[in-house]
């Protein structure tokens, strides 16, 4: 089976492929330091929880976005595992052209991604990835990944309001009855959501605009992106282990 493992700025993402079927999704905080063995031994509990046996285990593919947690992983991975795992970086086979000035700044949870939606829904599709910053990216039909736009993610919105306001009080991220709050809480949840909603409908039509588009597939990811693809008809698919079906994918072209 192979591990597949996401590691992003809030988020660390564990699946478990056996072939194209996730046996299992696990997730686990970036933030606290950790060394190789707690990984190593944090892996083979999530394994164990499932009753399973670190020998099902027999490859590992992952990408990162947190470069000071690679060489724990990597090592916890080679130590409990007996594997060395892939590494999403420049010079991976992905079956699409990143074509930009410097295709080595792409991050790789957005190659991940792009590979993951182009594979499995076809081309031309935009992916919004909900994460700590929301992402989208759009590769065309012939498989070219031709730009991106980076906004601040719905949490980084959130910490902002209440980290540099005084009187702003921390609230639960959710989506508000209706848009006009009744009180401060419900003001700042009506615009967190509702704002990024409106985000996402403009940026999405500018796109099409831009690069005259008529028809173009819209998948989201993230963790926050069901709130948003449950309110627009602009998203056509809400898919929350696409980065994980994309290290799967990857993982699969490199053999």
């Not at 700025?9 to 060394?35: A, S, V």
């Not at 090592?75 to 991976?92: D, Q, W």
Request: hydrophobic share 40%; net charge negative.
């Amino acid at each position: 089976m192979l591990l597949a493992i996401d590691i992003g700025n809030t988020n660390i993402t564990i699946g478990l492929f056996n072939g194209d079927e996730i046996e299992g999704t696990f997730r686990m905080t970036t933030k606290i330091p950790r060394t190789s063995d707690e990984y190593g031994i944090f892996f083979y509990n999530l394994l164990h929880s499932r009753g399973m046996s670190r020998e099902v285990v027999d490859a590992a593919i992952m990408a990162s976005v947190v470069p000071d947690v690679n060489h724990h992983i990597i090592n916890g991975l080679i130590k409990y595992f007996n594997v060395n795992p892939i590494l999403v970086e420049p010079g991976i086979k992905t079956g699409i052209k990143i074509n930009i000035p410097n295709p080595k700044e792409m991050g790789a949870d957005r190659i991940v991604d792009a590979v993951a939606a182009y594979e499995i829904y076809g081309g031309p599709v935009l992916v919004i990835d909900y994460g700590t910053a929301t992402t989208h990216d759009l590769v065309l039909e012939d498989a070219t990944l031709v730009g991106g736009v980076t906004s601040p993610g719905i949490r980084i919105a959130a910490h902002a309001l209440w980290q540099d306001a005084a009187k702003l009080p921390k609230i639960e991220i959710m989506k508000p009855d209706r848009v006009l709050g009744k009180d401060t809480i419900t003001s700042m949840q009506s615009g967190l959501i509702f704002g990024h909603i409106g985000q996402t409908e403009y940026i999405i039509r500018k796109v099409r605009e831009e690069v005259g588009l008529d028809k173009m597939t819209v998948v989201a990811t993230g963790g926050l992106g069901k709130i948003i693809a449950d309110e627009t008809d602009c998203i056509d698919y809400y898919d929350p282990n696409l980065t994980l079906k994309g290290l799967n994918i990857l993982y699969h072209k490199q053999k």
